[in-house]
């Protein structure tokens, strides 16, 4: 009986957590780094519209749609979580390690997005497939 009310009391938990989603904001409603660090890398005028989303505990990520398509994903403190382009994503983005990597593994690959977590980075290609780096930039695997 324990592990039913366990169960139930986790499972409205994470209903209450994901029912939220990501909700629009204003750009003066940012935490202050974050907004530090986007006008440090672009113009306000290219930011088509920017949400955030409750993760985990009491953080924040922030994502932001620049004109050309590209989605940029920070954490509260302004910590790249993500990007995201179906057409390509700027190189600034994109770890010199990793971009070499890919540059010389898959010449004719464009690098769609890029995401950063604790222990792994990952590359998506526009030839959809996956490469796995771990938190320095050395290549581990490719998914597919």
């Known amino acids: 009986m324990k592990k039913f009310a366990f169960i139930a009391l986790l499972s409205m938990v994470c209903l209450t957590v994901s029912a939220r989603g990501k909700q629009p904001i204003a750009f003066d409603a940012l935490p202050k780094i974050v907004q530090e660090e986007i006008h440090k890398n672009f113009e306000t005028e290219q930011i088509q519209f920017i949400t955030s989303e409750k993760g985990i505990g009491r953080h924040y990520h922030y994502t932001f749609s620049i004109d050309d398509g590209t989605k940029i994903e920070l954490d509260e403190k302004a910590g790249l979580i993500g990007v995201s ?60």
């Open 85 to 144: 382009n179906k057409m390509g994503i700027d190189s600034v983005f994109v770890p010199a390690k990793i971009k070499e990597y890919v540059q010389r593994t898959f010449p004719n690959a464009t690098i769609t997005e890029y995401k950063y977590e604790t222990m792994k980075q990952e590359v998506e290609l526009n030839n959809k497939l996956d490469l796995i780096f771990d938190k320095r930039g050395a290549f581990i695997r490719i998914d597919d």
